[in-house]
T-cell receptor, first 112, second 109 residues
């Protein structure tokens, strides 16, 4: 079955550490997205990519970095510059703007 | 003012009730509209797209009013399993979409 796989499901980060969240899709979608969701809040866009080797900052890109070397993969790195990284991170993809998003099951990141 | 606004609720309704949510948007160039459902601590899942002519899927009906720039979701004969947060999404033709913060629905026995 086609879908989006995010890993790990839970991740614990120490202060000052960089961590990378994985997102892989086999839907053959061109566009991929990273969102952050805090408890009781809506989704905020971190980065998005509409094509391989190209990506754009979203509304809250500071402290995050991404790469898009393959169509299937869009990893997100949470750097030590992100001062409040504890949140639920969601990766999504879609064919184009006329279609809805498909989301992965998310990664819960906690700073310890 | 936010680009997409939803009444956060919560909406507390009895089983069998009809409930409606609205979502207003500010970008008149928006092209595509969707409703998502998000269960607690889970990812959002696409509930339905919203078409200009309105569309129905079982107990769910979605409407778009371009003149007034809002979309709506009507749920008839509410079930306990409909309890969730409902997110509206507004998209331009390409690029990033904007999510509403969601409306929480609780259906009680």
């Amino acid at each position: 079955d086609g879908g989006i796989t995010q890993s790990p499901k839970y991740l614990f980060r120490k202060e000052g550490q960089n961590v990378t969240l994985s997102c892989e899709q086999n839907l053959n979608h061109d566009a991929m997205y990273w969102y952050r969701q805090d408890p009781g809040q809506g989704l905020r866009l971190i980065y998005y990519s509409q094509i391989v080797n190209d990506f754009q900052k979203g509304d809250i890109a500071e402290g995050y970095s991404v790469s898009r070397e393959k169509k299937e993969s869009f990893p997100l790195t949470v750097t030590s510059a992100q001062k409040n990284p504890t949140a639920f991170y969601l990766c999504a993809s879609r064919r184009d703007g006329n279609y809805g998003y498909t989301f992965g099951s998310g990664t819960r990141l906690t700073v310890v | 003012r936010k680009e997409v606004e939803q009444d956060p609720g919560p909406f507390n309704v009895p089983e069998g009730a009809t409930v409606a949510f609205n979502c207003t948007y500010s970008n008149s160039a928006s092209q595509s509209f969707f409703w998502y459902r998000q269960d607690c601590r889970k990812e959002p899942k696409l509930l339905m797209s919203v078409y200009s002519s309105g569309n129905e899927d079982g107990r769910f009906t979605a409407q778009l009013n371009r003149a007034s720039q809002y979309i709506s979701l009507l749920i008839r004969d509410s079930k306990l399993s409909d309890s969730a947060t409902y997110l509206c999404v507004v998209s331009p033709n390409a690029g990033k979409s904007t999510f509403g913060d969601g409306t929480t629905l609780t259906v009680k026995p």
